[in-house]
């Protein structure tokens, strides 16, 4: 019994295959009058090949057969290579009705090779399917997480070219603005953001953490405000200081303990500030954040003691 990958209907182990001088007639030639088939040369001493396979391979899967992928060994097709013309590795050609129609060479940035398969899919006369920009926002996610904040960029603004209300999208833009240290251009991205999904969670987390990203600009140094407030635990300014000096250094949980300690020693100072800004932080987290639901339960406790 075959897998099949999404709707389809395309066999999953036939998306991807490795080719021959053999084989690359039928698996490329012959299967791109149906489809277009990306080819991969590469060669396993290639240092940036290894990068580049796995994110080509990722954007196929994604496109759920409306594209196929071939990967082809130059030191074991040196004939192939010869008549394409292939300089240099990694080089990336796709191919639809037999002909070549697309290509680059180099490694390239994930957004790009987004955008690349996306291309070849049209060109193809096919249609991404509708999780594509779902996977293209996990895909920014991803380059998030990786520290390649620049590439999120790129990634997220050409998924808002598509969809101008995709609300993940939106706040990701503004996270990658806010983690490049570009406020100015992050809070631009706010504002301009269709009304329809201005109170969307994604972006109430974006404002949020923005809120947050000012105010470390800010933040004093904690070793004296920690010093200020042992010297007189009951100067509510000094706590909040320190909190904020707290969630600027990363300490997140002890920001909220200590905003949590100034609400129960006074919750109506300065205009409920320290209950304010830790709906600020909450904001900023996921909902299902350890730190949330136990800063929440706290919070919950102290207001209906």
């Known amino acids: 019994m075959e897998i099949l990958n999404g709707a389809s209907g ?8 490795d080719a021959t001088e053999a084989s690359f007639m039928v698996d490329v030639v012959e299967a791109s009058q149906e489809v ?3 080819v991969d040369f590469w060669a396993p001493w290639c240092g940036p090949c290894k990068t580049l396979g796995p994110l080509l391979e990722d954007a196929v899967t994604a496109a759920k057969g409306a594209v196929k992928m071939v990967k082809v060994n130059v030191d074991e097709a040196q004939m192939i290579a010869g008549q394409l013309q292939i300089q240099s590795i990694p080089t990336v050609y796709a191919f639809y009705k037999g002909q070549p129609v697309d290509g680059f ?3 390239v940035p994930g957004s790009e090779i987004t955008a690349f398969v996306e291309r070849v899919v049209a060109a193809g006369g096919g249609e991404m399917p509708d999780g594509g920009l779902d996977d293209a926002v996990t895909a920014a996610e991803e380059m998030m997480t990786e520290g390649a904040f620049a590439d999120a960029v790129e990634t997220f603004a050409a998924i808002l070219g598509e969809d101008p209300n995709h609300a993940a999208a939106y706040g990701g833009l503004v996270r ?4 490049l240290e570009d406020l100015e251009q992050a809070e631009a991205v706010l ?3 269709p009304a329809e999904i201005s109170e969307s969670a994604e972006l109430e987390a974006a404002h949020a953490q923005l809120e947050l990203a000012k105010q470390a600009a800010d933040a004093g140094p904690v070793a004296e405000l920690t010093a200020a407030v042992e010297a007189d ?3 509510p300014q000094a706590r909040f200081d320190l909190a904020l000096a707290l969630h600027a250094s990363d300490q997140v949980e002890e920001a909220v303990a200590q905003l949590l300690e100034l609400f ?4 109506e100072w300065n205009e409920g500030a ?3 800004q830790l709906f600020t932080i909450f904001d900023a987290l996921k909902a299902n954040d350890p730190i949330v639901l136990n800063g929440r339960r706290k919070l919950s406790s102290m207001i209906f003691a």
């Open 10 to 17: 395309t066999p999953a182990a036939d998306l991807i295959k």
């Open 36 to 38: 277009p088939v990306i």
């Open 105 to 107: 060479q180099g490694a």
């Open 176 to 179: 990658a603005h806010i983690a």
């Open 191 to 193: 504002n301009g953001a």
């Open 233 to 235: 635990p009951n100067n």
């Open 264 to 267: 129960r020693q006074d919750r």
């Open 274 to 276: 320290a209950k304010t």
